[in-house]
């Protein structure tokens, strides 16, 4: 459902570019800076991004979130595609909880921007809310039938572990 899918690497060493050199609708953006650093990275997809094209819509998705598979052939998506530049769509997000089959509906998340243009907020350093749009939209879109699916905790052990590097962090 995307036509591009930008990426940035910071220095990875685990064959990521090899596997993405695979794809041709996939942008690798290099972050040549050695502190990690999210508001520099979500600023680094937008400008790429904003190279492609100035009437995009943003997607804003970690490696470990899908959305679900209505979103293709929803009206809802059909509807929120027509909304004016400036318009933030939220979505349910549903964490998938220690298997794929239970799940924690949580509150809506901003995954998606109609880019209007506005320059990039990468205030935070870590935990940063996504998007361009965060806090500062024209107008906000709920998507009901359409869900975030966010599978971190399906891996329990793996998720506490990130859980806990957060906690270092702070």
Partial sequence: FADYI????QHSEDKTREVLAKFNNIIVVNNEDTDFNEGLRSMLL?????????????????????????ILHSPEWQTFCQEEPGTIGEFRW???????????????????????????NAGKVLQNRRGVGEGHFSKRFFFNEIVS???????????????????AWW
């Fill in 149 to 167: 699916l966010h599978f971190a905790w399906v891996n329990y052990e793996n998720a506490l572990r990130k859980n806990n590097w957060y906690k």
């Fill in 94 to 120: 549903a964490t998938l909880w220690k298997t794929p089959f239970k799940y924690l509906d949580g509150d809506p998340y901003t995954f998606a921007f109609i880019d209007d243009g506005r320059k990039v």
């Fill in 6 to 9: 930008i990426i940035v690497d």
């Fill in 46 to 70: 937008v400008n790429k991004a904003r190279e492609i094209t100035s009437h995009g819509i943003f997607l804003y998705l970690d490696a470990d979130e899908t959305f679900s598979a209505n």
